[in-house]
């Protein structure tokens, strides 16, 4: 069955920061660009923590995770790519010199030039394993912390202890009635900064110990309770709770990556193996934002930016080696000519 759509010049594989600035990178360099993304709403991985306030993106004073993601998506439409949601690609190959993707959907994506921004690739949140627990996800265990407001003047139980749960302890340990965390561990795996911050809060660390069971309200709707193991004494300690928050990270699924016919050399299993000018082993095939490894990369939404512009501009020189390496800066490029006519005349009525 042939069902190709229309070939595109760049197509980026993955919504989240890499992914939506080289859209945006990609339509100021007047090429032809689709997005790719597997979760419904574009924004990656800062969907985890919309709340959290975010303070090192440059030039960005401290903003939440949802505003960055508003303000991500609206530059990355400014071209107005072509977006498509709820789309896993699937599989990638090369075919007469021309990328295929192809989609869990079954749809067929043709593409001159691919940028990778999946990412640690698809996110599923490691799961408790305690028997029956599953059916507490829909009242009071949870996975993401997707709003702090609902833990305010509750007593919380936080499990794990790597960045992710201190952040999320630092930030609702001032508003919450109780905040106990939970790790297996002797110590937390996070930034000294963060650890310094948790110190200023009158809660309640349970180190070397993990979650035997919960008990259930009487309904068995809710958990009313988790009984804590210290691993070295045995010791059991019972805490009432209203809430269960459980941080051990996600697994990431990379699969068309890793089987790909065009064996993408990668690096520790994980990541593309690339060099600062964000390209891959593979002619026409770059890779931008947490995925990408390479010599002196910088994991953040500050270095997934760089990579992207990067990327894109290898992507044009790929498909018109005689361009220019780099897009001329924004106030001089002809593309914003009539956006910032528009701009002036609100500025300055
Ligand atoms: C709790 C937490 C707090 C953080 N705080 C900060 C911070 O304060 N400052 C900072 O700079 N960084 C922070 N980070 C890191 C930051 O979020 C990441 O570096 C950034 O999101 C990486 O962007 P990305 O576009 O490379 O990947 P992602 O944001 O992971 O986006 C990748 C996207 O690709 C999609 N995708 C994956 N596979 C497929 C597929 N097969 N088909 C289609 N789509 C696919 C995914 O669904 C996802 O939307 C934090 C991370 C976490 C977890």
């Not at 990656?44 to 440059?58: A, F, L, Q, R, S």
């Not at 028997?131 to 702090?148: K, P, W």
């Not at 051990?248 to 193996?273: A, M, Q």
């Amino acid at each position: 069955m042939q069902n190709y759509e229309e070939l595109f010049d760049v197509t980026i594989i993955g919504g989240g920061p890499a992914g939506l600035y080289s859209a945006f990178y990609s339509g100021m360099r007047e090429m032809k660009t689709k997005i790719i993304e597997y979760q419904p709403k574009l924004g990656g991985k800062v969907h985890v923590y919309p709340e959290k306030m975010i303070w090192d993106v440059g030039a960005l004073t401290p903003l939440t995770g949802e505003q960055l993601i508003q303000q991500m998506v609206q530059q990355a439409l400014t071209f107005e790519p072509e977006v498509v949601v709820n789309e896993k690609i699937t599989s990638i190959e090369k075919k007469n010199g021309l990328f295929l993707l192809t989609g869990a959907s079954g749809k067929q994506h043709l593409s001159k030039t691919v940028i990778l921004a999946v990412g640690g690739g698809i996110l599923k949140p490691i799961k408790l394993e305690i028997d029956g627990a599953e059916r507490f996800e829909i009242t009071n265990l949870h996975y993401v912390v997707q709003s702090l407001e609902k833990f305010k003047g509750k007593d919380v139980v936080i499990c794990g202890g790597g960045n992710a749960a201190i952040d999320w302890a630092v930030e609702l340990a001032p508003i919450t009635k109780s905040l106990h965390i939970v790790h297996r561990r002797g110590q937390f795996d996070c930034h000294e900064a963060q650890l310094s911050k948790l110190d200023q809060f009158p809660l309640h660390k349970h180190l070397n110990t993990t979650i035997k069971k919960f008990v259930s309200t009487i309904d068995n709707t809710k958990i009313q309770s988790v009984i804590l193991t210290n691993n070295e004494t045995a010791e059991e300690t019972s805490i009432a709770i209203d809430d269960v928050i459980i941080s051990y990270g996600f697994e990431r699924e990379l699969t068309f990556i890793k089987e790909s016919p065009l064996n993408i050399e990668l690096v520790n299993d994980h990541f593309v193996k690339g060099t600062s000018k964000s390209e891959s082993n593979i002619e026409g095939l770059f890779a931008a934002g947490d995925i990408l490894n390479f010599d002196g990369k910088v994991h953040l939404i500050l270095g997934a930016f760089a990579d992207a512009a990067n990327a894109v501009n290898q992507a044009k020189l790929y498909l018109e080696p005689d361009s220019p390496a780099k897009a001329r800066v924004s106030s001089h490029n002809s593309r914003f000519d009539e956006k910032n006519k528009e701009l002036r005349q609100h500025l300055f009525v």
